[in-house]
Every structure is written in structure tokens, then in C-alpha cells.
């Protein structure tokens, strides 16, 4: 493969897509409304990629993504990420994220600590809302303030954060939210 690639993939929430490049994942787009839509977004972040059949590698982080989306536990550890272009503090913010075990959360200020920039909770939030690797960084574990989990994550939307924090326990509800009962309700979309 030279160059930039993409595909688009089924998932339980939706048509996602994630590019990629020799140096790995570049960026994921979680499902829109419209699989056109989500192609568009995905194509706005990695204006070069071409639809292709992706690798071995691509394929096992495009599994995360349906499992995780589904509510089962992923380690996305193995899965590289094209870092080139962007800034380091960024990719300080991605490490930590990272390191957020499934079901928790971490403040903002307590992300900055950990990067090495206490004081840099606006520095802190224009990289998770920038976070071009949705689910494999979870920046849905991210949260302004302790027990506080509104808010939208990275190209996901606050339904989809609720969503993600409530199949990995990381919500103390009562029961299912409106939108996982309409979710299980919801007809299956027809193969393609």
C-alpha cells in the first residue's frame, strides 16, 4: 500500500470509517446519520486517502471499534497511531487517555498534571475535542470536573459519550437510558 487508505465499516451504532497510512491509524469517524456524511468527515481529516481493503492491523483495530461500540472490553494498545503533524502536547493528552482504564474517567486538570502541564486545561480540551482517533483514545473518558459527563467527545456528540461511558460502567444510573432502549429496539439496516 502507498499512500493513504480508508474504508468504511458496519458497526452497532453505525457506518464508521478509519484512514490509515504506513506509519498507522490516522483517523476514525464515528457513524453519522448518513454513511455519506461519515465519508465526508472522514475524508475532510485525510483528504488523500483512497478506499481500499484494509490490513491485518486495520482489521483488528476495526474489531475494537464494533466491540467497543457494542459495550465489550478492547485493549487498543497494540493498534499504532500516525502521530505526524500533530503537536507533542497532543500526543501527551492521547497517551493519557489512553492510559484511563475502561469504566473511569479523569478531570481535565488531572489529565494536564499527568501530560506535564498542570495548568493547561484549555490546552487540555482543544486536544480532546480535536482527537482524531475516537474509541482507540477515549476521550469519552474525559470529563471538565469530576462526576460531570456532559459534554460531547471528539466527532461523537454527547449521546454518543453517555452511550460509550454507560457500557463501561462509568455512569451510576438507575437503569438503561432512552437511548439504549431505543438502540435495542431500532430495525437492523439491511446488509450491503
Given at each position: ?30 457513524a453519522e446519520s448518513r454513511e455519506i456524511d461519515t465519508r465526508r468527515r472522514l475524508l475532510k481529516q485525510c483528504p488523500d486517502a483512497r478506499e481500499a481493503r484494509p490490513t491485518v492491523r486495520i482489521d ?133
Open positions: 500500500m502507498v499512500g493513504v487508505a480508508y474504508t468504511i465499516f458496519d458497526t452497532m451504532m453505525g457506518r464508521c470509517g478509519i484512514a490509515w497510512g504506513l506509519d498507522g491509524v490516522l483517523a476514525v469517524q464515528l483488528s483495530a476495526i474489531e475494537g471499534i464494533a466491540a467497543t461500540l457494542r459495550g465489550a472490553h478492547w485493549d487498543f494498545s497494540d493498534v499504532r497511531l500516525d502521530l505526524g503533524g500533530l503537536a507533542a502536547f497532543d500526543c501527551r493528552v492521547y497517551d493519557v487517555l489512553r492510559d484511563i482504564p475502561r469504566g473511569e474517567t479523569a478531570t481535565y486538570a488531572e489529565i494536564a498534571r499527568r501530560a506535564g502541564s498542570p495548568g493547561a486545561l484549555h490546552a487540555v480540551g482543544h486536544a480532546i475535542r480535536n482527537n482524531p482517533f475516537a474509541v482507540i483514545v477515549p476521550c469519552h473518558r474525559a470529563v471538565t470536573v469530576a462526576g460531570d459527563t456532559s459534554g460531547s467527545c471528539a466527532n461523537g456528540g454527547a449521546i454518543t459519550r453517555r452511550r460509550l461511558l454507560s457500557v463501561e460502567g462509568a455512569l451510576a444510573t438507575g437503569g438503561p437510558s432512552l437511548f439504549d432502549v431505543l438502540l435495542t429496539a431500532a430495525p437492523r439496516q439491511a446488509d450491503r
